[in-house]
C-alpha cells in the first residue's frame, strides 16, 4: 500500500506562483509514473502534467510553458511547479502515482487528498 501526502497549495494573485509538492510513502520497491490532476467546482478531474520513473514529462495544453513537473526518485517525491497563474487554475490538485512491489507487482492508482489552490483575479 502506498500514501501520498500534498502539500504547498494556497490563495495567490493572478499571475502568482505556487510549488506543490507530493511525497510517497509505504511500502513499495519503486514508484513508477506519477502524475498531477485537478478539479475544479462542476467539473471532471483532469490530467494536468505526468512524469515517468525515467523522467519523461507530459502536459495538459492548458498549462504548457506555465507548469513543470520534477520528481526526486530519491525521496520519492513529486513537484507541481505553478507560475503565471490564472483564475482558471482554481482548483483541488492531487497527486498520482503507480507502484512496483518487492514482489515485481504493480500497484496503483494511488491518490493524494487533494489540496486547494485559488487564483485571485
Known amino acids: 500500500q502506498v500514501q501520498l501526502v500534498e502539500s504547498g497549495g494556497g490563495l495567490v494573485q493572478t499571475g502568482g506562483s505556487l510549488r506543490l509538492s507530493c511525497a510517497a510513502s509505504?511500502?513499495?520497491?519503486?514508484?513508477?509514473?506519477m502524475a498531477w490532476y485537478r478539479q475544479a467546482p462542476g467539473k471532471q478531474r483532469e490530467l494536468v502534467a505526468s512524469?515517468?520513473?525515467?523522467?519523461?514529462?507530459n502536459y495538459a495544453d492548458s498549462v504548457k510553458g506555465r507548469f513543470t513537473i520534477s520528481r526526486d526518485n530519491a525521496k520519492n517525491t513529486v513537484y507541481l511547479q505553478m507560475n503565471s497563474l490564472k483564475p482558471e487554475d482554481t482548483a483541488v490538485y492531487y497527486c498520482?502515482?503507480?507502484?512496483?512491489?518487492?514482489?515485481?507487482?504493480?500497484?496503483?492508482?494511488?491518490w493524494g487528498q487533494g489540496t486547494q489552490v485559488t487564483v485571485s483575479s
Open positions: 512524469i515517468t520513473s525515467g523522467g519523461s514529462t
Open positions: 498520482n502515482a503507480y507502484s512496483t512491489s518487492s514482489e515485481l507487482t504493480i500497484g496503483g492508482p494511488y
Open positions: 509505504g511500502r513499495f520497491f519503486s514508484i513508477n509514473g
